[in-house]
């Protein structure tokens, strides 16, 4: 039973446009809502998060969305550019608990 | 040097062996997790430490023991490995602001077949 759905296993998009990564959560008792990145052999490094009591955060060329009525929330990079290259992993953290649950990863290719 | 570091790096086993992955980090962070990556399904958790004293189960914990020797090790045990534990597995740790936002800093993976 998955809570955390990617339901886009790749994207690619040009050079300098926008790329914008999906993601939904069954529930609502998550209290961060987070993006990772992974390079190839690499571990997967933190990129972003949200509070689930704000609806945007912004970092740079990232901006996550967060909208708690459709539980849904969406990683925005603008300007794509080639080196964000790799997998986005999208993963909603509950305090109550200490879990960190993660989706299923979109593969993000920028081409040049 | 990595400030999370995992051994082996890649591991060939035989079903129904013994195998046990090894976690160290140099952050001084309490908690600690084990999760697994297979392809189309993300990162699972395994297995979660809190501190020495407090492990609790993850999401796929059946078939997995852990152990947190210190403060700093966290090892991953496949008593009996079968071929479906093949994977990427990795640890991860939080600081103080990752208890309370989830934010993990990751080693660099073990990868591990089990034939």
């Known amino acids: 039973d998955q809570q955390v759905k990617q339901n886009s296993p790749s994207l690619s998009v040009q050079e300098g446009r926008i790329s914008i990564l999906n993601c939904d959560y069954t529930?609502?008792?998550?209290?961060?809502f987070l993006w990772y990145k992974k390079y190839p052999a690499e571990g997967p490094t933190f990129l972003i998060s949200?509070?689930?009591?704000?609806d945007k955060n912004e970092d740079g060329r990232f901006t996550v969305f967060l909208n708690k009525s459709a539980k849904h929330l969406s990683l925005h990079i603008v300007p794509s550019q080639p080196g964000d290259s790799a997998v986005y992993f999208c993963a909603a953290f509950s305090g109550n608990t200490g879990k960190l649950i993660f989706g299923q990863g979109t593969t993000l290719q920028v081409k040049p | 040097d990595a400030d999370v570091t995992q051994t082996p790096r890649n591991r060939i086993t035989k079903t129904g062996k013994r195998i046990m992955l090894e976690c160290s980090q140099t952050k001084g962070h309490d908690r600690m997790y084990w999760y697994r990556q297979d392809p189309g399904l993300g990162l699972r958790l395994i297995y979660y430490s809190f501190d020495v004293k407090d492990i609790n189960k993850g999401e796929i914990s059946d078939g997995y023991s852990v152990s947190r020797q210190a403060q700093a090790k966290f090892s991953l045990s496949l008593e009996s490995a079968i071929p479906n534990q093949t994977a990427l597995y990795f640890c991860?740790?939080?600081?103080?602001?990752?208890?309370?936002?989830?934010?993990?800093?990751f080693g660099e993976g073990s990868r591990l077949t089990v034939l």
């Open positions: 949200i509070s689930s009591i704000k």
């Open positions: 991860a740790t939080s600081d103080m602001t990752g208890e309370n936002t989830g934010e993990l800093f």
């Open positions: 529930n609502s008792m998550f209290d961060y």
